[in-house]
């Protein structure tokens, strides 16, 4: 076992979450690497120090640079606002040390696609935090579709609904302002990437871009609240992705469904530990979904929990990301979602803008030619 140095930039919702999942990862999965909480930064030394206090850091950093800049930070983590990302990375990737930067990877295209430029010269090891897809039962859902279990691909539907601005009346907060806070910056992110992942690239796209409640209490909302995207896949496929923050009732509706000539597969994260199969065979009267609780045969449950139906949870998909993380680092080698991956996803997005400003289909080619 080695150690490596672990920097932290920002102690918010998802600096706390890979905080506890750097602190743990070696346990559950024993890692050749095994993590030291180094060093944390946020938005001040003050509230730096009171993160370094409750994770457990050795020490707090006055600001992100003297985190990246430390020696005995090794390895760099980003959860700090979008707009941050760019800077960050570029200068850990420029002293050689690997990064791991929470979704959506930059503010702009134009940052995102520097950062990669930046990953890729320094030959460095990048990652791009998409949790949700890390689940045992999406990562079985990925081996199904490997195998070819429900036939030829015919239809995709994926979507991330939650309702935390559906009330007309929740007053303005940070969320409303600016394009990247957005329900197209924040979640529509996830969706995107679970389509990419499990269906190949997007070809082109037809989007509506809304928002639903312009005025709220304390201020006008500038961004948009959700948004309906029809697809077709470079295989040929046709797809639809939803995403929103006012779908009334949802909390973590992060689902998709897949159609194939042999079978059908459903998933829904409010019930992450379970995939809904079925598969065209045997006597019509006795088809039907059947549903499959995740367990030690589904990738990596078993280091949490040798009981079938016992479940994983929220910590632990980014435990998972922290073992892949340290497993990149280790070996050299890019371990799915890389930066490139991040990119992908933001000229997606980027499409889906130019589309619902167009009124029709649009390329991803073309978002892709012109930050070139």
Not at 12 to 20: D, F, I, S
């Amino acid at each position: 076992m080695t150690e490596i140095g672990i920097g932290i930039v920002g102690g918010g919702y998802m600096g706390k979450a890979h905080a506890v999942a750097m602190a743990s990862v070696g346990a559950v999965f024993g890692t050749a690497l095994r993590p030291r909480l180094e060093m944390i930064a946020a938005s001040s030394a003050e509230s730096a120090e009171r993160y370094r206090a409750a994770f457990g850091f050795d020490r707090a950093a006055a600001d992100w640079c003297a985190l990246v800049d430390d020696p005995r930070v090794e390895a760099v983590i980003i959860a700090s606002p979008q707009d941050t990302h760019r800077a960050i990375a570029e200068a850990a990737l420029a002293l050689g040390k690997p990064v791991f930067c929470e979704k959506p990877l930059a503010d702009t295209i134009a940052d995102a696609r520097a950062m990669v430029a930046a990953a890729e010269a320094s030959g460095v090891v990048t990652m791009t935090g998409f949790n949700y897809i890390r689940t045992p039962a999406s990562q079985f859902v990925r081996q199904l579709l490997a195998e070819g279990a429900i036939g030829d691909i015919t239809w995709f539907r994926s979507e991330h609904t939650e309702d935390f601005l559906a009330d007309p009346d929740a007053p303005f907060n940070w969320r409303c302002r600016g394009q990247a806070n957005g329900n197209m910056g924040d979640l529509a992110p996830h969706p995107i990437n679970a389509a990419l992942a499990l269906m190949g690239p997007v070809a082109r796209v037809c989007a509506e871009v809304e928002t639903v409640h312009r005025d709220r209490p304390g201020g006008t909302v500038d961004n948009d609240d959700h948004a309906q995207i029809m697809c077709r896949f470079a295989s040929g496929v046709m797809g639809h992705i939803y995403s929103s923050r006012v779908a009334t009732g949802r909390k973590m509706g992060y689902a998709y469904e897949i159609m194939g000539t042999k079978g059908a597969i459903r998933f829904d994260q409010e019930d992450q530990n379970a995939v809904w199969l079925y598969l065209a065979d045997g006597p019509e009267a006795t088809r039907g979904f059947r549903k499959i609780l995740t367990g030690p045969a589904h990738p990596d449950y078993l280091p949490f929990c040798q009981g079938p139906g016992h479940g994983t949870g929220y910590q632990d998909q980014i435990i998972i990301e922290a073992k892949d993380f340290l497993t990149a680092i280790h070996s050299g080698q890019p371990v799915w979602s890389t930066f490139r991956d991040g990119l992908d996803v933001a000229e997606v997005i980027e499409a889906v803008h130019a589309s619902a400003a167009r009124g029709g289909w649009v390329n991803v080619s073309e978002m892709q030619e012109r930050t070139e």
